[in-house]
């Protein structure tokens, strides 16, 4: 708080200091005065202002080299004076205006400003800005005669090359903000007495002589390097659209006529800086300030910042609003910076572009009375012509400003879209630029790579992982950026949203069958056309002035689907597999329809088309791939668009994407199973199960029909295929006779169209299975349920589950009377504990001849009759799907025995010569063949096991192992690994379920025992001890003995002398390769002892080992 209150008391502690730093000046007597200042109120130091100022700017004015320490501690004491009182005098706010400017410069004058300190050149700038805000009311105006016009512009040269040239950052700052204050553009939260018409005009007037300079070195600023910070670019392009806006304001220079005298001054050479507002000066200027604003633009629309970016639409929205008609050449360039930034990355950005947009949208003509269309679509033209050129120089961020520029001038345009389009040669550039743009890269060998292998790939795969409008991520030749696709999408919508939409498609169309090169950047114009006209996902300024009707888009996109879908364009080479090539160039040249319902051409396809050459290159492939997934999105995008109105147009649509659905090429299968969830949204399904079975009618008649003529439709089965994949039991009632007529087929065409029919069987039994499975003895409720509505009205019979729980209650009483030694007396009490188990069997014959098997199983009878026949096929590829298929078969017969074992029998033959004499590729899947067999069966295979395979399998792994013992890591990628790896996965396994004898078990374990050795492979170890643990289970005593003589470390002492010593070969034996292993096995069997010990006879059993199929994953 202040002590001395009145002028008299501040004075008389004043007085003393001030002569002091009068006679010395040192930087110790300022700061002495600077202390006592703080004694003083602020009403008493206003009294005294000029007499505390006289010591300071005497201080400064003394000739002679002064310390920098000493000038900067006299400028802050300036400072802290005029920060508490006000300049009411002219001659003091003038002189005292001169002699801080003079402080920045050089003594020569030549070197604006002086080599000072940063600290003393900032203090200095900050004592111009007080100075400036302390003036009293009008006294500020004094500094704006002609007559200051030199102190002015030494002033403004002096911010201006700090500003320009100084690297701190908060010099550059302070010197903008200061000449902001300069042009009375102060935007502090001070009040500032606002300027009246004339004022403004005289300070407009005495600018003008200073505005090349100043926008001259601020577009240097603006421009300079990005390191200087975003606020110093933001402060310069404001000081820049304050400046200018100062000058060359519309009203202004309207009030200024040709004739009018310069300000009268007294000096000539005064009169030489007074500039003139002609219309001769005002052209001339703005000719000079078009090439500053257009540099401005185009370095701040791409600056990093979106502050920076945000005050350069601020420069566009005063520009705008009051220089129109003064810069009129700077119009197209401001109309640049608007629309390129409508699109922006920031909200704040964006919502400012559309606020101005709308603004400038209402105008209908802008400067010399050109209309803003003309303009506009001048633009256009040229942006599209040099689009391709931009495309393939710029890096992203450019390519991202080019088309936002684009995207900008067509919602400016707006319904003038329409008119602009039919000019020949704007669309051609157009449609050429979107062409070439739209290039994708199709050099990548992956998309042809990835293939979907069997059908339990996507078997039920759910609704939920596909995403509704989301069409496979594209990879374009000249852009990566995933904005820059979005903004070419919102062009081509905002195309289909304004334009005639007739013109466009016929134009679209015309490239698309004008050449293979254009088909697919087409095809994405046209999706995204039907889209913009339909009013979905565009974003545009104002409303068009009449919208496209439904019947139009319907008969649209017939068309488009039409052609879609013509053989032409659906069948295309995607692989170089020998049988799908060969069905595809079967397709192209055949007059046959592809969909018997069909709406396409017929048109034949000549030889030279890229799409039908019979050796396709890996771009070409990709090329093809690409094309058809573009074109099922699009069947999404239409059924999108028309909604519950695209259902009348799935008679014809729905069997080419569900033929695509179960294309082999992954890419192509994920797009169409897409369109068809876009078109369960679209038309008002549940799910894709419940769209196949409302359509049924339709597919299974097309299949029908084309089954009949496989040589010319040879995708037929495929359709099959995915309506199995992607519905549920409820479809098959629907599809009995065509998978009949699938069976006739095969049996028609085996020899060279096997391959395709066995996918479709593949598919469906592996649907079987998934339908109806059995899980611990219990049918899947779907079986159930069909079985139910196949016997309404009938009688209940016995099932083969109660058989099985009847026999398993026999056979547990019989167990427990051996078990405690009531054996039968005699062999008729023998003969009738025994004859119960058979009367079922003889019901169940019985009952066989009395009611059919259910239709899914008598359906997987059928299909593996004809499965045996093709298991000896000389096409390894056949045989391993045949082998597939037969594994899913067992698996769905498992329950009916008496059907089941008769084919297993039929089987055998055939696939033991699989087992012992085939590819590794074969042998590995009959042994999974097997295994199932095994599981399923049981009892019938134990005699033909132990005869026919399992001294082969023993053999093969004694020979084996010397081969992995003494292997390297890469053994481990050999099929020959992989053959040992699931033969001793699955060996174990099989002796439990088969519960072979005691010789069959030491095969086993002999063969077995060689792969416990350390030297093996670590998997290989494992399988092996795998084998011995299921070894346990079925005879642990003999496993105990075995492994025993290998390995022996604890002594068995007699409990009596008289008891002879018992004598193992593993003990005293020195450690070995096998005695880490053997070891955990005598362990893992003494804890199972000592377990079911303790647990008791009552007790459950142990956990047995993992089960077969868990075995063999």
């Known amino acids: 708080m202040a002590v001395f209150d009145t002028p008299q008391e501040a004075f008389g502690i004043l007085r003393p200091v001030c002569v002091q730093l009068t006679k010395v000046q040192t930087t110790e007597n300022v700061e002495r005065l600077q202390a006592q200042l703080q004694t003083v109120s602020d009403s008493a130091l206003q009294e005294l202002q000029e007499y505390v100022l006289f010591p300071l700017r005497f201080a400064l004015k003394t000739p002679g080299p002064k310390r920098e320490s000493l000038v900067q501690s006299v400028v802050q004491c300036i400072t802290s004076i005029l920060s508490t009182t006000c300049v009411k005098k002219q001659d003091l706010l003038q002189e005292l205006f001169s002699e801080l400017c003079l402080c920045l410069s050089s003594p020569s004058g030549l070197q604006p400003p002086a080599p000072l300190s940063e600290e003393l050149k900032l203090t200095v700038i900050q004592a111009l800005h007080v100075l400036m805000h302390s003036a009293y009311g009008d006294i500020i105006l004094t500094l704006y005669q002609p007559s200051t016009l030199p102190h002015l512009g030494f002033a403004v040269s002096l911010l201006l090359a700090l500003a320009e040239q100084e690297k701190a950052k908060q010099i550059k700052l302070a010197a903008l903000k200061c000449l902001q204050v300069l042009i009375l553009q102060c935007d502090c939260q001070e009040h500032h007495r606002p300027l009246d018409t004339v004022e403004t005009r005289q300070c407009g007037n005495l600018f003008a002589s200073f505005l090349p300079g100043i926008s001259i070195a ?8 990005i390191k200087q910070g975003h606020m110093v670019t933001v402060s310069a392009i404001r000081l820049f659209y304050q400046t200018v806006c100062l ?40 000719d000079k300030l078009s090439l500053l604003i257009h540099k401005i633009v185009e370095f701040a629309s791409l600056h990093p910042h979106w502050k920076v970016r945000m005050e350069l639409v601020e420069l566009v929205h005063l520009l705008m609003l009051k220089c129109s008609q003064s810069l009129v050449e700077s119009v197209g360039h401001l109309l640049k910076a608007v629309v390129g930034l409508v699109n922006d990355e920031s909200n704040e950005v964006q919502s400012k572009c559309h606020e101005i947009l709308r603004s400038i949208a209402e105008l209908r003509t802008v400067a010399e009375n050109r209309a803003l269309a003309d303009v506009l679509s001048e633009n256009l033209h040229s942006l599209a012509t040099a689009l391709p050129r931009l495309m393939n120089s710029q890096d992203d961020q450019g390519k991202f400003s080019t088309l936002s520029l684009l995207l900008g001038s067509l919602k400016l345009l ?51 992982s596909l995403q509704h409008g989301k069409g496979q991520k594209k990879y374009f030749r000249f852009f990566t950026d995933e904005r820059i696709f979005l903004l070419i999408q919102q062009v081509c919508r905002v195309l289909g949203y304004y334009g005639n939409l007739y013109l466009l498609v016929d134009h679209f169309m015309g490239l698309y069958n004008e050449s293979v090169v254009y088909r697919k950047q087409a095809a994405m114009v046209l999706n995204e056309l039907i889209t913009g006209a339909a ?44 049988e799908e090539t060969s069905d595809e160039l079967t397709v192209k040249h055949s007059r046959v329809r592809a969909i018997p319902r069909g709406a396409h051409s017929s048109s034949l396809i000549s030889s030279s088309s890229p799409s039908s050459d019979p050796n396709p290159t890996i771009r070409s492939m990709n090329s093809n791939i690409w094309q058809i997934c573009i074109q099922l999105e699009g069947v999404g995008c239409f059924a999108y668009v028309l909604g519950k109105e695209f259902r009348l147009l799935l008679a014809s649509v729905l069997y080419p994407v569900l033929e695509k659905a179960g294309d082999s090429t992954l890419l192509i299968s994920q797009t169409a ?23 049924s009618d339709y597919l299974v008649n097309g299949i029908s029909l084309n089954l009949r003529r496989v040589a010319h439709q040879p995708h037929a089965s495929r359709v099959l295929e995915a309506m199995l994949r992607h519905s549920d039991a409820s479809l098959l009632p629907l599809v009995e006779d065509v998978i009949r007529d699938v069976l006739s087929a095969l049996d028609q065409f085996y020899d060279d169209r096997a391959s395709s029919f066995l996918g479709v069987l593949s598919t469906l039994v592996a649907a079987l299975v998934q339908w109806f499975v059995v899980v611990k003895g219990k049918e899947h409720p779907q079986e159930q349920n069909l079985e139910q509505q196949r016997k309404q009205g009938k009688g209940s019979v016995i099932t083969p589950m109660v058989q099985e729980v009847e026999q ?55 299909v593996m009759e004809r499965c045996i026949h093709l298991l000896s096929d000389k096409s390894l590829r056949v045989r391993l799907k045949v082998l597939d298929v037969l594994e899913f078969c067992v698996i769905v017969l498992h329950l009916h025995e008496n059907h089941l074992l008769p084919m297993a029998h039929r089987a055998w033959p055939a696939l033991v010569t699989r087992l012992i004499n085939d590819d590794p590729l074969a042998v590995l899947r009959a042994f999974k063949v097997l295994c199932t067999l095994a599981e399923k069966c049981g009892d019938f295979l134990r005699r033909r096991f132990s005869k026919d395979v399992l001294p082969k399998l023993a053999g093969s792994l004694v020979t084996q192992a010397p081969v992995s013992a003494r292997a390297g890591p890469m053994y481990s990628h050999t099929l020959a690994f992989k053959l040992q790896l699931a033969v001793l996965q699955g060996l174990g396994s099989l002796c439990e379920k088969l519960d072979l004898g005691e010789s069959d078990l030491n095969k086993v374990a002999d063969a077995c025992l060689i792969y416990l050795s350390a030297k093996q492979p670590v998997k290989l170890q494992e399988a092996a001890r795998s084998v011995f643990l299921h070894l346990m289970c079925v005879d642990p005593d003999a496993t105990w003995l075995l492994l025993n003589q290998i390995c022996c470390l ?41 377990a079911a010990f303790q647990a008791g006879p009552r007790e459950a059993p142990e956990p047995q080992p993992p089960s077969l199929t868990e075995a063999l994953g």
Request: charged share 25%; aromatic share 4%; net charge negative.
């Open 673 to 695: 199973t897409g369109t068809m969830v876009d078109v369960c949204h679209a038309c008002g399904y549940d799910s894709v199960q419940h769209l196949i079975n409302a359509n």
């Open 247 to 286: 000058v060359m304001a519309d009203e202004q220079l309207a009030t200024i006529t040709q004739d009018e005298e310069k300000p009268s001054v007294e000096q000539s050479r005064l009169s030489e800086l007074v500039v003139h507002r002609g219309p001769d000066w005002v052209k001339s200027t703005a």
């Open 535 to 578: 009013g979905l996902g565009v974003d545009v300024l104002h409303e068009r002035e009449t919208a496209v009707s439904t019947e139009d888009l319907k008969g649209t996109i017939t068309s488009i689907l039409e052609e879609y879908t013509d053989q032409a364009n659906w069948y295309l080479t995607t692989s170089i597999d020998t």
């Open 808 to 862: 398993f209650f026999l056979d547990y009483i019989k167990q427990k009377q051996i078990a405690e030694g009531n054996l039968p007396a005699t062999e008729e009490e023998e003969e009738e504990v025994q004859a119960p188990p058979p009367e079922p069997e003889m019901d169940d014959s019985g009952a066989e001849g009395e009611t059919p098997l259910p239709a899914h199983a008598q359906i997987a009878k059928d």
């Open 414 to 464: 707006g319904p003038k879209v329409s008119i602009v389009l039919n000019s020949a040669a704007h669309l051609q550039r157009l449609s050429k630029a979107l062409m070439q743009v739209l290039e994708l890269d199709v050099a990548d060998v992956k998309i042809v790579e990835e293939r979907r292998w069997g059908p339990e790939d996507s078997l039920g795969e759910p609704l939920g």
């Open 1050 to 1090: 604890l002594p068995y002492e007699p409990p009596h002398p008289s008891l002879q010593p018992v004598k193992l070969g593993g003990m005293g034996r020195q450690r070995t390769e096998f005695t880490d292993n053997v070891l955990g096995l005598l362990g893992e069997l003494q804890q199972r002892e000592t």
């Open 218 to 225: 601020l577009s240097r600023v603006i421009t300079g390097d």
